[in-house]
Each structure stands twice: as structure tokens, then as C-alpha cells.
């Protein structure tokens, strides 16, 4: 027979962790971010196909056309190594990167990294004076 302690010593061991689970998948103790890849390609030629992912998440394919976008969000685990990539590809062209980083979270604007695709390449917008910068070429 299971003493009372050892009842109680469980029932504690299972409560604190249903209460640990539920602070790491409810964004309690780490942020809460968003990734949206905006597509502003000419209208002509518009489709963007995209995957993107982590070593966890497969956020999916899709195609987006010219003023539509793509986004997910996630919360940051709490070893702060999150990392997502997405792969472009427009035409002929193409181009892999990673939209977030733990370690540039501060890059983002107001906890959203916001990548738009462009005929010359692919800009990101600054968290710092919410401008875009272009960040790569297409390849």
C-alpha cells in the first residue's frame, strides 16, 4: 500500500508539471512572434511558391499571389534557439534564408518579422524604424 506522502509527493510531481507544460505551450514564459511573407511581385508574373519550416514545424507549402501573404505564428522556446527558413522560388529564381532567428528576435517589429518578395530581391522589415531593407538577391 502507497502511503500518504508518496500520494501526495505524486500528485504535487504531476500538478507542477501540467503547470510547467502549460506555461511552454501557452507563450508564458517566452514571447509569442509571427512570420508573414508578403508577396510584391509585378502583377504579370506573380506566383511565389514557398516552404518553410523548422527543425520542429512544418509550416507548409503555399502559393501566393502578388498582394497576398503567408504567416504563422510560434512561441519562442525557452532555450531561445528558435529557428525557421523559408525557400522562395519565382520563376526561374529561387532563394532559401531563415525569417527568425532567437538570437535577431529583436530585429523583428513588435514581436512580427515581416519579409516581402520583390522583383529585385527580398527585403525585410526593420524592427528598429519599420522601414525594408533588402536583405538577399534572388538566385
Not at 4 to 10: A, E, G, I, R, Y
Not at 40 to 54: I, Q, V, W
Not at 70 to 86: D, I
Amino acid at each position: 500500500m502507497i502511503s500518504n506522502t508518496v500520494k501526495n509527493l505524486l500528485l504535487l510531481i504531476i500538478f507542477l508539471s501540467a503547470i510547467f507544460f502549460q506555461a511552454i505551450t501557452s507563450c508564458s514564459i517566452t514571447h509569442k512572434y509571427e512570420v508573414q511573407v508578403v508577396n510584391k511581385l509585378p502583377p504579370r508574373d506573380n506566383s511565389l511558391y514557398l516552404h518553410c519550416a523548422s527543425g520542429n514545424n512544418e509550416v507548409g507549402r503555399r502559393t501566393i499571389y502578388a498582394g497576398q501573404k503567408f504567416g504563422w505564428k510560434f512561441c519562442e522556446n525557452f532555450m531561445s534557439n528558435t529557428l525557421f527558413f523559408c525557400h522562395l522560388w519565382w520563376g526561374s529564381k529561387n532563394r532559401a534564408f531563415n525569417v527568425f532567428k532567437s538570437r535577431h528576435r529583436n530585429d523583428c517589429n513588435k514581436y512580427v518579422c515581416i519579409w516581402s518578395a520583390r522583383s529585385d530581391g527580398i527585403y525585410y522589415q526593420n524592427g528598429y524604424d519599420g522601414k525594408f531593407v533588402k536583405k538577399y538577391d534572388w538566385k
